[in-house]
């Protein structure tokens, strides 16, 4: 099994930065995707980004050049700062692994972005 604990969302305003951090324990294989989604009030969950081993990104073209996934592989953690924040990325972030066809996710993590 697969624990995935997620730590630094909260309230900024507009403008503002804040860095999640998510690390992962338990039967982790060495070759495994990590990565943030996040889902709005009434809305699906979408793709953040993702992480690689080899530390290949793939962004959602709503937080290009905004928001920078990096990932300590000795750590098994990752990491998402987040500047320039907008009202419109206030949603529950999630914490994501995918390993040998498996999905796994952490409890969630809210941010709000407000004045």
């Known amino acids: 099994q697969v624990q995935l604990a997620e730590s630094g969302g909260g309230l900024v305003q507009p403008g503002g930065s804040l860095r999640l951090s998510c690390a992962a324990s338990g039967s982790i294989f060495s070759m495994y995707v990590m990565g943030w989604y996040r889902q709005a009030p009434g809305k699906e969950r979408e793709l953040v980004a993702t992480v690689i081993v080899s530390g290949g990104t793939n962004y959602a073209d709503s937080v290009k050049g905004r928001f920078t996934i990096t990932r300590d592989n000795a750590k098994r953690t990752v990491y998402l700062q987040m500047n320039s924040l907008k009202p419109e990325d206030t949603a529950v972030y999630y914490c994501?692994?995918?390993?040998?066809?498996?999905?796994?996710w952490g409890q969630g993590t809210q941010v709000t972005v407000s004045s």
């Open positions: 994501y692994l995918g390993q040998r066809g498996k999905d796994y």
